[in-house]
């Protein structure tokens, strides 16, 4: 029954019939052991009351956790100090925790086979970092118990460490290596930006049928990260999206300086083209990605290699900002180019 239909008075009429029962057994029945005789009466209310059965959280610890998922606390009145297992025969409902103000300890061998279960569990354990096996045993959904197995390196292991390894990409990369994590931000700005190329998404359920493959195997995070990753990756392209992927979003530009800059990616984003002033002079328009739909946003340097401008219509720019940056920086910056007509000048590097 529910916390809150066992009538305290109702339970104590039980166990003080139990107690009658017992004393007029102990009379009639004398060479019967006092202990078998008294562990008939609360094992009668167990059997009455199936669904009052609570575990305590610790050894020592007032607290437990009662059939049905509600926390509850030793008074220390109840009548048990020690046991693990314990009938709550008066319970006072009160905040997160009830009170019991009578209950009966309870052995785990009182426990009949019809109200047990166990369950075998395969999961992400966070801490370890690796997928594990338990087994639990249950009261009706009271957990009594849970005995770690072995876990093998089967389809389930690595579809469970192919979803968390999923959350927490691209940190299972080697920080160090930019180039591999330029490419996968190329890639996922590259799909969201030109869906019909068919790329990966590199996030969420598709991101993770993907890692499924290449975690079988394994159990942990830490085995993941010993993968080749920098082949892996452009290995889930054809042929014709890592053309595309070069071509639509490439991992450098050329500025009329001569110069070979890295752009900077960021999914939902456009990508970003940081370099002097006067390296983009020569150049009239934006530069555009992804079959033309993207132009980049670019971020025009003083010589002090400070953000001047930001962008991404260089034409305007040449037209109705430079005469004024190029009034404010040229006394600053004698010794560096300051065209009046920046689109008929030519590129120089720093």
Same mark, same amino acid.
């Given at each position: 029954?529910?916390?809150?239909?066992?009538? +305290?008075?109702?339970?104590?009429?039980?166990?003080? #019939?139990?107690?009658?029962?017992?004393?007029?057994?102990?009379?009639?029945?004398?060479?019967?052991?006092?202990?078998?005789?008294?562990?008939? #009466?609360?094992?009668?209310?167990?059997?009455?009351? +199936?669904?009052?059965?609570?575990?305590?959280?610790?050894?020592?610890?007032?607290?437990?956790?009662?059939?049905?998922?509600?926390?509850?606390?030793?008074?220390?009145?109840?009548?048990?100090?020690?046991?693990?297992?314990?009938?709550?025969?008066?319970?006072?409902?009160?905040?997160?925790?009830?009170?019991?103000?009578?209950?009966?300890?309870?052995?785990?061998?009182?426990?009949?086979?019809?109200?047990?279960?166990?369950?075998?569990?395969?999961?992400?354990?966070?801490?370890?970092?690796?997928?594990?096996?338990?087994?639990?045993?249950?009261?009706?959904?009271?957990?009594?118990?849970?005995?770690?197995?072995?876990?093998?390196?089967?389809?389930?292991?690595?579809?469970?460490?192919?979803?968390?390894?999923?959350?927490?990409?691209?940190?299972?990369?080697?920080?160090?290596?930019?180039?591999?994590?330029?490419?996968?931000?190329?890639?996922?700005?590259?799909?969201?930006?030109? +869906?019909?190329?068919?790329? *990966?998404?590199?996030?969420?359920?598709?991101?993770?049928?993907?890692?499924?493959?290449?975690?079988?195997?394994?159990?942990?995070?830490?085995?993941?990260?010993?993968?080749?990753?920098?082949?892996?990756?452009?290995?889930?392209?054809?042929?014709?999206?890592?053309?595309?992927?070069?071509?639509?979003?490439?991992?450098?530009?050329?500025?009329?300086?001569?110069?070979?800059?890295?752009?900077?990616?960021?999914?939902?984003? *456009?990508?970003?083209?940081?370099?002097?002033?006067?390296?983009?002079?020569?150049?009239?328009?934006? *530069?555009?990605?992804?079959?033309?739909?993207?132009?980049?946003?670019?971020?025009?340097?003083?010589?002090?290699?400070?953000?001047?401008?930001?962008?991404?219509?260089?034409?305007?720019?040449?037209?109705?900002?430079?005469?004024?940056?190029?009034?404010?920086?040229?006394?600053?910056?004698?010794?560096?180019?300051?065209?009046?007509?920046?689109?008929?000048?030519?590129?120089?590097?720093?």
């Amino acid at each position: 029954s529910p916390l809150g239909t066992l009538n +305290p008075g109702a339970a104590r009429n039980v166990h003080r #019939i139990a107690q009658q029962f017992y004393r007029l057994l102990s009379s009639e029945l004398g060479e019967r052991p006092e202990a078998e005789l008294g562990a008939q #009466i609360p094992q009668a209310l167990l059997a009455a009351f +199936p669904d009052r059965l609570a575990r305590r959280r610790g050894p020592g610890d007032p607290r437990g956790l009662m059939v049905g998922g509600r926390g509850v606390k030793l008074d220390p009145a109840s009548g048990v100090s020690a046991a693990e297992l314990f009938l709550c025969l008066e319970v006072e409902a009160s905040g997160s925790e009830a009170r019991v103000r009578q209950a009966s300890a309870v052995e785990a061998e009182w426990l009949p086979l019809e109200h047990l279960r166990e369950a075998d569990e395969r999961f992400f354990h966070p801490t370890l970092g690796a997928v594990c096996t338990r087994r639990r045993l249950f009261w009706l959904d009271l957990q009594l118990s849970e005995t770690p197995l072995a876990t093998p390196t089967d389809e389930l292991t690595a579809r469970l460490l192919a979803a968390e390894a999923a959350k927490q990409f691209p940190r299972l990369l080697p920080a160090k290596d930019r180039e591999l994590h330029s490419w996968l931000a190329r890639a996922r700005w590259l799909a969201e930006a030109m +869906p019909e190329s068919g790329l *990966p998404s590199w996030q969420g359920p598709q991101l993770a049928q993907l890692l499924e493959g290449w975690c079988y195997g394994m159990k942990s995070l830490d085995e993941l990260k010993t993968l080749p990753w920098k082949s892996l990756l452009p290995s889930a392209l054809n042929a014709t999206q890592r053309k595309e992927l070069d071509r639509a979003a490439p991992a450098t530009v050329t500025l009329p300086s001569g110069r070979q800059v890295l752009l900077q990616y960021e999914a939902g984003k *456009p990508p970003v083209l940081a370099a002097r002033i006067q390296e983009f002079m020569g150049l009239r328009e934006t *530069p555009r990605l992804a079959g033309g739909r993207v132009p980049l946003l670019l971020h025009l340097l003083a010589p002090n290699n400070r953000c001047q401008q930001i962008t991404n219509d260089l034409a305007s720019f040449w037209v109705n900002t430079y005469p004024h940056v190029r009034k404010e920086l040229r006394g600053r910056y004698p010794k560096h180019a300051w065209p009046e007509d920046p689109m008929q000048a030519t590129g120089r590097q720093p």
